[in-house]
């Protein structure tokens, strides 16, 4: 029990966790599950089983990060289309 409530806290801890899968994700409890879907804004059916819980994270986890991954990549776009100043040595 008390792995599993270490595993928990790392969850909560670090999002980039390499926790997050589906192995150790089974081994928290529904509430747990619940708790964390809650604390990240995952969208998540009240009666749903640990396993769709789980899904769900995971599923909430890839598409943050696919959006972080699309927003740095329009940020460098953005820089590397920005004129740039010239520098003239004297």
């Known amino acids: 029990m008390k792995s599993v409530t270490l595993l928990f806290n790392q969850l909560l801890r670090d999002v980039h966790s390499q ?12 509430v747990e599950l619940q708790a964390l879907a809650k604390l990240f804004a995952c ?5 749903g089983n640990k396993r769709q819980l789980a899904a769900g994270l995971l ?6 990060r696919l959006n972080g ?4 990549a329009e940020m460098h776009a953005a820089i590397t289309a920005r004129p740039r100043q010239l520098e003239l040595s004297f």
């Open 19 to 30: 926790s997050w899968n589906e192995d150790e994700l089974a081994k928290l409890s529904g």
């Open 43 to 47: 969208p998540c059916s009240g009666s």
């Open 59 to 64: 599923t909430w986890r890839n598409r943050c």
């Open 69 to 72: 991954q699309k927003f740095l």
